[in-house]
């Protein structure tokens, strides 16, 4: 009991930015680069390196002995559009309108996007003297006022919105996604702010990306290069499906673990790029993905291994992803089991780049520093998890409670929990057995702690509804 108090008042805490990051770092003349690899609808047990048997994965996995493998990494949404918002602004969706009761996520006919007033990790560093480049899906608005370079991004090749977007074949989208051709989607393949590809070629996209990728990094190979911010925004495995030749019947896992295999191919190809070019020791490396595996796909979904459901559920399944941390000799090596967040990573960027915080708006996350180097634990201790403009759970410590739960996808009915169902994840990853009966003290600290958040949340125009 006296455990589980402690446990509570750290509950209570406010999230921080730590301050215990190296010296060196935070010196002007050697400030560190930053690579975000950021996958697609990647399950939490598609990696060799978090348990899938069968998917081959040897880059990821060296990639994790070398640096730091995350087991309660959270990303801020569920669903594609919101998630990616949170990662590049370091802010819940709901404080920049990228979440939606109206719509999950951005389409090709919508008119918003991610507002201008919004500072992405992108704009901060460069007004710290930063090269930045975004290679891959973007999902923040496919109109000029809301791409990248409108973002603080001084280039950009990618795809402006989910590869399944834009549909011309007939049929139903299942069976189209089982048997996929790019021509069935007419999706624009984009440099800068024009469509240089149209439908995309998306046989090749994993390897076009990489090889964007590639070339940034060579262009900082040079003493006087600025440092830089590569954010890598891969389509897959969203389905539908794609890979390059050299990958085909590679897997034990099938088509699916064909695509695991040649992004896991990708990361060696950044990571040996960083190596040969002498800048791995100065470039931190962060490797997670978007949301949860879309389960509804069968075999050409993922798996979100021990935990429960998928993308689009606010179930453990649906937001903590797979994520490794990689900068060799300044990490310290090994299994994090503490939380954090990509809403983390834009204060910790900042932290380590020297840079200041904005001062003029609320952030949802905190530096997370002291885990990376070994100096102190993680200072994220709570986790909100959103469906649209609602907290549906909440995660304090090791305990979870849900006061909303709905089915992923689907006409599901939305059951509101009173009291909430509650869980403690260190024992039951799965979400399997509700303790709320013995534990009402729990229960009741978390509904303060949602309250205070919530009475923090100011309203803003829905962008996704425009």
């Not at 602004?89 to 507002?115: A, E, H, N, Q, Y």
């Not at 240089?196 to 070629?201: G, I």
């Not at 979870?400 to 994840?425: M, N, S």
Request: charged share 25%.
């Amino acid at each position: 009991m006296a455990g589980m108090k402690k446990l509570l008042l750290l509950g209570l805490a406010v999230l921080s930015s730590g301050t215990a990051a190296l010296e060196g770092a935070r010196d002007k003349s050697d400030s560190p680069n930053f690579v975000v690899i950021f996958c697609d609808d990647l399950g939490y047990g598609d990696l060799g390196c978090f348990g899938h048997p069968t998917i081959k994965t040897p880059q990821l996995d060296r990639m994790a002995r070398e640096g730091q493998k995350w087991t309660n990494f959270y990303v801020a949404a569920s669903v594609c559009t919101p998630s990616r918002a949170g990662l590049l602004t370091g802010r819940l969706p709901i404080r920049s309108g990228m979440c939606s009761d109206m719509r999950r996520v951005l389409f090709p006919d919508s008119k918003g996007g991610l507002p201008k007033s919004e500072i992405t990790i992108a704009r901060a560093l460069k007004k710290a003297g930063y090269d930045t480049a975004a290679v891959g899906k973007w999902h923040l608005g496919h109109l000029p006022p809301y791409l990248p370079t409108s973002h603080g991004f001084d280039t950009y090749f990618g795809i402006p919105y989910s590869n399944d977007m834009d549909k011309v074949a007939e049929g139903p989208n299942r069976e189209i996604a089982f048997d996929p051709k790019s021509e069935y989607w007419d999706v624009p393949l984009m440099r800068d702010k024009a469509i240089v590809e149209r439908p995309a070629k998306q046989e090749t996209i994993t390897k076009r990306y990489t090889e964007e990728a590639e070339k940034f990094i060579a262009a900082h190979r040079r003493k006087d290069a600025a440092p830089f911010f590569l954010y890598l925004a891969h389509s897959m495995p969203h389905i539908p499906l794609f890979r390059s030749k050299r990958f085909v019947g590679k897997s034990a896992r099938g088509y699916y673990g064909d695509v695991i295999q040649e992004i896991d191919w990708s990361v060696g190809r950044l990571l040996r790029a960083l190596r040969e070019g002498g800048l791995a020791e100065k470039t931190l490396v962060v490797f997670t993905s978007d949301n949860g595996p879309w389960l509804i796909y069968d075999t050409h979904g993922g798996s979100a291994g021990l935990l429960r459901e998928g993308k689009g559920s606010t179930w453990e399944g649906g937001m903590r992803e797979p994520t490794v941390f990689w900068w060799p000799g300044k990490l310290k090596k090994g299994v994090v089991t503490g939380m954090g967040s990509t809403l983390d990573l834009f204060p910790t960027f900042l932290a380590l780049a020297g840079a200041e915080m904005p001062g003029d708006r609320t952030y949802d996350g905190g530096d997370l520093s002291p885990a990376l180097f070994g100096t102190g634990a993680s200072p994220r201790r709570e986790m909100f998890f959103y469906r649209g403009q609602r907290v549906y759970a909440a995660r304090v410590g090791e305990y979870k409670a849900h006061f909303i739960t709905k089915p992923a996808y689907g006409k599901g009915q939305i059951v509101e929990h009173d009291p909430p169902v509650l869980y403690h994840l260190g024992e039951d990853p799965s979400e399997k057995y509700d303790i709320a009966e013995k534990n009402p003290e729990v229960i009741e600290t978390i509904r303060k702690i949602v309250a205070r958040h919530e009475a923090g949340v100011e309203p803003v125009e829905d962008q996704l509804a425009r």
